[in-house]
């Protein structure tokens, strides 16, 4: 997680009041981000009913096109959640289960890491783009069997040893979607597709190559400040360059969705239309560590045990020119959702007027 996420938090123990007040001090802070050039989506739900949404700023700011309030967006890393659920219907199905070593489905250098250690960032794993970036042609598109391949020819270190604390980990999530694509013998993209994306009725969201980014008439595209101050499209900088030449891998990001698809995933999750409330409680319980301490991360979700409202799950996006979040107090089914393309650095004040029109229980 980025390091605002404290921060965060603290705005995010603010609760609800009525609609109508809501409303209108939420309506004032869009306005004023707004003028500050905030572009993104903002949607606020109360059980499953959206209190406020509102699309701000340019779609396309090259092209002149304003934002609409169902426009597609790259969620970056909130989709480790999606990943995490496949690999949660995996264990449903009896293909696998939580403490299995990793080894036992894929070859890794590493082969103390259980399967919940992936799932909770305390695998100790190095960073497989580090690898890459260092060894990998980047004329050559790469995928999660070229990611593998290349961790077993350098085998970099691990940082600790499994289970001894927290350390994000985007290489624990590659190596989770192609648990999920041994076991199953199947795409993991297309299985997203299967097994969560139709079933929810999500048409906006999907596991998108680049091309296919390109041909989605309403895809948000991310933006950055160029050395004269415009926003332009984040592709044309090199710190974008990864999302290319990595542009084939899964587990780690690469969903793309819109707000009200983000809804409709979120209240899947108080059902059992995927998973049942046995196996989803796992997802929403923090990990204890090897010294008995507890990691408030669980299955793809961030964890806050109190707030107004209870216990709160949530998880952050940000890729080249994007910022997500989503937050879920899951106690009180109240939802908050943020899409921004432009890597506003008011991001996180939108998200905090957000919560703030709630006030406080």
């Given at each position: 997680?980025?390091?605002?996420?404290?921060?965060?938090?603290?705005?995010l123990?603010?609760?609800?009041?009525?609609?109508?007040?809501?409303?209108?001090?939420?309506?004032?802070?869009?306005?004023?981000?707004?003028g500050k050039?905030?572009?993104?989506v903002?949607?606020?739900?109360?059980?499953?009913?959206?209190?406020?949404?509102?699309?701000?700023?340019m779609?396309?700011?090259?092209?002149?096109?304003?934002?609409?309030?169902?426009?597609?967006?790259?969620?970056?890393?909130?989709?480790?959640?999606?990943?995490?659920?496949?690999?949660m219907?995996?264990?449903?199905?009896?293909?696998?289960?939580?403490?299995?070593?990793a080894?036992?489905?894929?070859?890794?250098?590493?082969?103390?890491?259980?399967?919940?250690?992936?799932?909770?960032h305390?695998?100790?794993?190095?960073?497989?783009?580090?690898?890459?970036?260092?060894h990998?042609?980047?004329?050559?598109?790469?995928?999660?069997?070229?990611?593998?391949?290349?961790?077993?020819?350098?085998?970099?270190?691990?940082?600790?040893?499994p289970?001894?604390?927290?350390e994000?980990?985007?290489?624990?999530?590659?190596?989770?979607?192609?648990?999920?694509?041994?076991?199953?013998?199947?795409?993991?993209?297309?299985?997203?597709?299967?097994?969560?994306?139709?079933?929810?009725?999500?048409?906006?969201?999907?596991?998108?190559?680049?091309?296919?980014?390109?041909?989605?008439?309403?895809?948000?595209?991310?933006?950055?400040?160029?050395?004269?101050?415009?926003?332009?499209?984040?592709?044309?900088?090199?710190?974008?360059?990864?999302?290319?030449?990595l542009?084939?891998?899964k587990?780690p990001?690469?969903?793309?969705?819109?707000?009200?698809?983000?809804?409709?995933?979120?209240?899947a999750?108080?059902?059992?239309?995927?998973?049942?409330?046995?196996?989803?409680?796992?997802?929403?319980?923090?990990?204890?560590?090897?010294?008995?301490?507890?990691?408030?991360?669980?299955?793809?979700?961030?964890?806050?045990?109190?707030?107004?409202?209870?216990?709160?799950?949530?998880?952050?996006?940000?890729?080249p020119?994007?910022?997500?979040?989503?937050?879920?107090?899951?106690?009180?089914?109240?939802?908050?959702?943020?899409?921004?393309?432009?890597a506003h650095?008011d991001?996180?004040?939108?998200?905090?007027?957000?919560n703030?029109?709630?006030?406080?229980?």
């Amino acid at each position: 997680m980025k390091s605002y996420t404290i921060l965060l938090f603290l705005y995010l123990s603010i609760a609800f009041q009525t609609v109508f007040a809501q409303q209108r001090v939420l309506k004032k802070a869009m306005v004023k981000a707004e003028g500050k050039d905030f572009s993104g989506v903002v949607l606020v739900a109360n059980q499953g009913k959206i209190e406020f949404e509102e699309a701000m700023g340019m779609r396309s700011y090259e092209q002149g096109i304003p934002l609409q309030s169902t426009d597609i967006f790259e969620l970056a890393s909130l989709s480790k959640q999606f990943t995490a659920m496949m690999v949660m219907i995996c264990k449903e199905k009896g293909l696998l289960g939580f403490d299995d070593l990793a080894s036992e489905y894929v070859e890794t250098p590493y082969t103390r890491i259980s399967i919940r250690h992936l799932l909770t960032h305390t695998s100790g794993l190095p960073d497989y783009q580090e690898v890459m970036d260092e060894h990998w042609d980047k004329s050559k598109v790469a995928g999660n069997p070229e990611i593998l391949e290349y961790l077993r020819t350098y085998a970099p270190p691990m940082s600790f040893e499994p289970g001894e604390k927290y350390e994000y980990s985007n290489t624990g999530y590659v190596i989770l979607a192609s648990i999920v694509e041994k076991v199953t013998g199947k795409d993991f993209v297309k299985l997203s597709e299967e097994w969560i994306f139709n079933p929810l009725n999500m048409q906006s969201t999907a596991i998108r190559s680049l091309a296919e980014k390109a041909s989605v008439p309403h895809f948000a595209a991310g933006h950055l400040k160029n050395d004269q101050g415009h926003y332009v499209n984040a592709n044309t900088f090199h710190a974008a360059d990864y999302t290319v030449w990595l542009g084939n891998r899964k587990g780690p990001g690469r969903v793309s969705s819109n707000a009200e698809d983000l809804l409709k995933w979120d209240q899947a999750l108080y059902t059992e239309k995927l998973l049942s409330k046995e196996t989803l409680s796992e997802a929403f319980t923090p990990f204890k560590l090897n010294n008995g301490n507890l990691s408030y991360y669980g299955f793809g979700w961030e964890i806050k045990m109190k707030s107004p409202f209870g216990k709160v799950v949530m998880h952050t996006g940000d890729n080249p020119g994007y910022k997500t979040i989503i937050v879920r107090y899951i106690e009180e089914n109240k939802t908050v959702i943020v899409l921004n393309n432009n890597a506003h650095p008011d991001m996180m004040k939108v998200v905090e007027s957000a919560n703030l029109s709630f006030g406080k229980k």
